[in-house]
């Protein structure tokens, strides 16, 4: 267990706090491009921080400080100029990094513009990558968005999926290292949710954890698996500081406020062999529903849903004071003492884990991923009548219910099938 000055350090990412200071010199995915192709505005919290996010009329993304510094209107119902957002109320034009380039009245009256050296408001970059757009909060210079080799491969459909929760971040993200909750919470809790008479799955007998450069991974054995087997050779990866790898797609836990998170992912599915060459002009993007339709009840057909109730169950603030952990949380323990050690760094000066700052190594970011031969390489589409973990990604959106009918068609005229429903579970 934790004692709570402890607990409350990990989870407060407000400005000025210990985490709250280390998390913003990360980059952090905020949307999706595609969410700009019908509206110009956004507003959003993040970290505590009330902001707009914008693209204006060059096409240029912004991401400031929500409210105007004339009379504190609500800039998310701005319009957009060629350069920067302009306030609906009075006029006053901000650019993407929050100096105020334009107050119409006081410009007429005062042609020295003194009142606009005083008006600035806080602007943070923005960039898109992979079709997700990235803000980055801290420090200058900003380190670079890490090109991990996924965002490399061609020949594939992705796709955006964001959701926001009721509970702090990091009750999220410790999920990313904890190997056994696979086994009960998606394996066991679907067989038992399908009520069809099947087994429970094979346990797990042995685990690992190893830190490297940009995270750390968990391996595994199960009683049907050995030492051969990719889950222990390879095994699977929490990346740092928020993120979950597991293969095929990539999964951030964004701090919202001290009690709400972003749930923002990136999948990608490759196609078969024969549907090759296939470029994918952009990358949709849809928001998961939490709730089963007409119910107060959590929808558990999904992986990331049933991961869903487990994070939200512990409550908006889990209170690690009241924990018991076993022999298989030793990597919930790593990343505890790893955030820890970089709040220390940054204390000291230094850069904490995984920042990149190198263009040479950041050309293409690559570690052992399960699986990555066939996202490279492809694979014929025999292969997807097999029982197979390829078979089983491919044929259905298993990660989160409620993938919405155009984007289900688009991937389905790319991979050329019609997709199977029902997640883990046969339902909904």
């Known amino acids: 267990m934790l004692e709570q000055e402890r607990n409350d350090l990990l989870m407060d990412v407000d400005a000025g706090t210990p985490m709250g200071d280390l998390l913003r010199r990360y980059w952090m995915p905020i949307g999706a491009a595609t969410e700009f192709d019908d509206k110009d505005t956004k507003p959003m919290v993040l970290m505590g921080e009330k902001l707009v996010l914008y693209k204006d009329l060059s096409g240029s993304y912004g991401l400031i400080d929500r409210h105007c510094s004339h009379r504190h209107a609500d800039l998310s119902y701005g319009f957009v100029e060629e350069c920067g957002l302009r306030c609906n109320y009075h006029g006053w034009l901000f650019k993407e ?30 960039e898109e990558k992979s079709g997700l757009l990235w803000a980055y909060m801290g420090p200058l210079p900003a380190p670079l968005i890490p090109n991990y080799e996924p965002f490399t491969w061609k020949n594939g459909f992705a796709q955006i999926v964001m959701t926001e929760l009721p509970c702090n971040w990091f009750q999220c993200q410790e999920n990313s290292c ?33 830190e490297f450069d940009h995270g750390i991974s968990y391996k595994r054995v199960r009683e049907d698996t050995d030492k051969n087997h990719p889950l222990w050779t390879i095994g699977r990866h929490c990346l740092w500081p928020n993120a979950l790898y597991t293969g095929d797609h990539f999964e951030w836990r964004v701090p ?31 928001f998961g529903p939490l709730y089963e339709e007409d119910s107060d009840r959590w929808i558990s057909t999904h992986v990331m849903n049933q991961d869903f ?68 390489n492809g694979y014929p589409r025999e292969m ?7 078979s089983r990604s491919t044929r259905q959106f298993i990660f989160q219910a409620g993938q919405p009918p155009h984007v289900t068609k688009a991937y389905e005229d790319a991979m050329g099938f019609i997709t199977d429903k029902g997640g883990l579970t046969g339902g909904g």
């Open 97 to 126: 990094d929050g100096e105020c380039i334009g107050q119409p009245y006081e410009d007429t009256v005062d042609p020295e513009c003194k009142l606009r050296e005083q008006s600035g408001i806080n602007g943070y970059p923005v």
């Open 178 to 210: 904890d190997p056994v909750h696979f086994e009960w919470m998606h394996a066991n809790w679907s067989v038992r949710l399908r009520d069809v008479g099947e087994d429970y799955v094979p346990t797990h007998v042995e685990l690992d954890f190893e």
């Open 256 to 286: 919202i406020d001290n009690e709400t998170t972003l749930s923002i992912g990136w999948f990608f599915n490759r196609v078969p062999n024969d549907k090759e060459p296939y470029v994918q002009e952009s990358v949709p993007h849809w």
């Open 309 to 376: 109730i487990a994070w939200v169950g512990q409550g908006a603030r889990s209170d690690r004071t009241k924990e018991h952990l076993g022999r298989s949380d030793r990597g919930i323990a790593m990343i505890r003492k790893r955030f820890l050690d970089d709040i220390k760094a940054i204390e000291r000066g230094e850069d904490p884990k995984a920042i990149v700052r190198d263009e040479k190594d950041n050309q293409c970011i690559k570690f052992p991923l399960i699986g990555s031969d066939l996202m490279i």
């Open 384 to 390: 997807l009548s097999e029982d197979s973990p390829i």
